[in-house]
């Protein structure tokens, strides 16, 4: 199996543009987590799905988060618009059955 | 609220030396405890889930134990190699049903250094 696939890898945009992000978790896992980490804050995690519905939203740090799971094998985090204070790696996960968390590699996104 | 800490944030050590990362958290209630490493530029990667009914797990050059009652969690690095050198992160799980217990609770970090 591939992994987490994220993309894009690293995203550079100016301030009140919209950033989409996205995410294929790896395949048969039934539970998809968005993390935000940053050398203040550490890991964050910003929103749960399982069964491809948002159980915990409660992460998500203002209205112009949003994140969607319209099907297994694909989700999506938007930022609209960005600011400058949501610079950070944003990491998909998803869960085996075991609890194993597997990690993409991340989306290092830069506002200016 | 559950809070994760590790200490030292930071390690240097020398080839060869066997060393010790230190994680802590301040509710025992844990469904389970999980030691990640991650590598600069890249995601976390899974080296050793202990359960709350177990006192340790083990993997290759790596043990790792926990003490619930005491809140603590050790990852013991046997012969450590330069290739070891990366971040090292814990996290909980909370215990109970249903509630939030899907939601990890991560420590900071201890970024190791192995020195060839």
């Known amino acids: 199996d591939a992994g987490v696939i994220q993309s894009p890898r690293h995203e550079v945009t100016e301030m009140g543009q919209e950033v989409t992000l996205r995410c294929k978790p790896i395949?048969?896992?039934?539970?998809l987590f968005w993390y935000r980490q940053t050398m203040m804050r550490g890991l964050e995690l910003l929103i749960y799905?399982?069964?491809?519905?948002?159980?915990?939203d409660s992460g998500m740090p203002e209205d112009r988060f949003s994140a969607k799971m319209p099907n297994a094998s694909f989700s999506t985090l938007k930022i609209q618009p960005s600011e400058p204070r949501d610079s950070a790696v944003y990491f998909c996960?998803?869960?085996?059955?075991?609890?194993?968390?597997?990690f993409g590699p991340g989306t290092r996104l830069t506002v200016l | 609220k559950q809070e994760v800490t590790q200490i030292p944030a930071a390690l240097s050590v020398p080839e060869g030396e066997n060393l010790v990362l230190n994680c802590s958290f301040t509710?025992?209630?844990?469904?389970?405890l999980q030691w990640f490493r991650q590598d600069p530029g890249k995601g976390l990667t899974s080296l050793l889930l202990i359960q709350s009914s177990q006192r340790e797990q083990t993997s290759g050059r790596l043990n790792a134990s926990l003490d619930k009652s005491s809140g603590r969690s050790t990852l013991y690095i046997a012969a450590s190699q330069p290739g070891d050198s990366a971040t090292y992160l814990c996290?909980?799980?909370?215990?109970?049903?249903?509630?939030?217990?899907?939601?990890?609770?991560f420590g900071k970090g201890t970024l190791l250094t192995v020195n060839p």
């Open positions: 395949s048969g896992h039934n539970s």
């Open positions: 996960a998803s869960r085996t059955e075991t609890d194993t968390q597997y």
């Open positions: 509710d025992s209630a844990i469904y389970n």
């Open positions: 799905f399982n069964n491809n519905v948002p159980i915990d």
């Open positions: 996290a909980v799980r909370p215990g109970g049903s249903g509630g939030s217990n899907y939601k990890l609770t």
